[in-house]
Nanobody, 121 residues
Framework: QVQLVESGGGLVQAGGSLRLSCAASKSIFSINSMGWYRQAPGKQRELVAV???????RYADSVKGRFTISRDNAENTVYLQMNSLKSDDTAVYYC???????????????WGQGTQVTVSS
């Protein structure tokens, strides 16, 4: 099991920046990937960014060039740096951990409680 705690959300003006943090309860070396998802009112959850344990990253087209996912293995923490924020970025942001284990192998998803990001115009 992996417990995840997000922090860093808040209110920011369009064009501003925020950094979200996600602290994991175990070493992220043992987790296949960490990611950030978001859900706006009336919309489905969508992938924002993913960071694999090998260091590869993947971003939603809507945030490429503006958001950066990174990690601090010593602190078991993953970050999402969000720059040039837009009103469309307003959502609850959720940290995700994806772990593959067992025989036969299967995937396990773990989620944080979410942190609200509101971008004003």
């Amino acid at each position: 099991q992996v417990q995840l705690v997000e922090s860093g959300g808040g209110l920011v003006q369009a064009g501003g920046s925020l950094r979200l943090s996600c602290a994991a309860s175990k070493s992220i070396f043992s987790i296949n990937s960490m990611g950030w998802y978001r859900q706006a009112p009336g919309k489905q959850r969508e992938l924002v960014a993913v960071l694999t344990n090998g260091g590869s990253t993947r971003y939603a087209d809507s945030v490429k060039g503006r958001f950066t996912i990174s990690r601090d293995n010593a602190e078991n923490t993953v970050y999402l740096q969000m720059n040039s924020l837009k009103s469309d970025d307003t959502a609850v942001y959720y940290c995700n951990a994806y772990e593959i284990r067992g025989s036969p192998a299967r995937g396990y998803d773990y989620w944080g409680q979410g942190t609200q990001v509101t971008v004003s115009s």
